[in-house]
């Protein structure tokens, strides 16, 4: 197999506020590709195909902005992946399974002294998860709360999280349902050697 990247990056700094921004295209061709497929049994199961290509661009932007006391973030990232299997099968010409065509990724963060809270958004395309059938494309949002509490060796840092606020029904997988609105709490213990 082969493959190559081609990449821009722009950094920039104004003041209170830093954008940086990227963009690559891609391509990888490889003999024998194996991919992992799910037989009619439900087992997963390694197969190689004949050939396989995969191109595509991946854009991404990370600003920041300082206010007094508060730091505002934005990040967010873009991927387009055009990939086909070449084989002597039902796959032939197929995208392959489980990589979205279109996917992107969205957060927005505010920092105030310890408080960390944010928005994350993540979208995906539609997904072959056979040679025929489809994922739905879906949209997830979580929004996420920490607080650091620094010791002079350590911290301990509190964390809360609402996952899929909007209740959406989707599938990374299929047959296998992905978690409603649920929560999530942490708690984690650095120590500072």
Do not use: C
């Not at 661009?57 to 934005?74: D, I």
């Amino acid at each position: 197999g082969w493959s190559g990247d081609l990449g821009l990056a722009i950094d920039k700094k104004n003041g209170q506020t830093a954008v940086a921004a990227s963009a690559t295209a891609f391509i990888t061709h490889v003999e024998n590709w194996i991919i992992w497929l799910q037989g009619s049994d439900n087992v997963w199961m390694p197969t190689n195909k004949k050939t396989g290509m995969s191109r595509g661009l991946e854009l991404r932007m990370q600003n920041s902005h300082k206010l007094g006391s508060n730091l505002f973030g934005l990040n967010l990232s873009y991927n387009y992946i055009h990939s086909r299997l070449r084989t002597d099968d039902l796959y032939d010409g197929s995208q392959m399974t489980y990589i979205p065509r279109h996917s992107a990724n969205g957060m927005f963060t505010w920092n105030w002294h310890h408080l960390t809270t944010a928005f994350i958004l993540n979208a995906a395309g539609e997904r072959y998860y056979d040679s025929t059938n489809t994922l739905e494309p879906y949209i997830t949002g979580d929004l996420m709360t920490s607080y650091k509490i620094p010791f002079s060796t350590s911290a301990v840092t509190v964390t809360f999280r609402v996952a899929n606020i909007w209740n959406t029904t989707y599938q990374t997988t299929a047959w296998y349902a992905m978690p409603n609105r649920h929560y999530e709490a942490g708690l984690r213990y650095n120590i500072n050697i």
